[in-house]
């Protein structure tokens, strides 16, 4: 998988959003908003020229106590988001 161009990452006010760049009239209506940990894996994502759900897991682990079995499901969750709302495509 692969994070499409053209979408940022913002934080404001402690809220995590993705919002296309170069959007000059923000539709509210198309901004995803991300938990703390759905934000950290987005950023490891970016900065990657592609990524495996097995590649989330592991920064999730690395990042938070939490067991890979656990973090498999919410990494498919999370991956699963990110396609429906047209994230991320295919290699």
């Not at 020229?49 to 759900?53: K, V």
């Given at each position: 998988m692969k994070v499409?161009?053209?979408f940022k990452l913002l934080t404001v006010c402690g809220e995590h959003m993705v919002i296309s760049?170069?959007?000059e009239n923000i539709n509210f209506d198309n901004i995803i908003s991300m938990n703390e940990s759905a934000a950290y894996l987005?950023?490891?994502?970016?900065?990657c020229?592609?990524?495996?759900?097995d590649d989330l897991v592991e920064?999730?682990?690395?990042e938070y106590d939490v067991e890979s079995s656990v973090a498999a499901i919410d990494c498919k969750d999370i991956a699963n988001q990110w396609e429906s709302a047209g994230l991320i495509e295919p290699d």
């Open positions: 499409k161009p053209g760049e170069g959007v987005w950023q490891h994502a970016q900065s020229p592609s990524f495996t759900i920064w999730m682990v690395q």
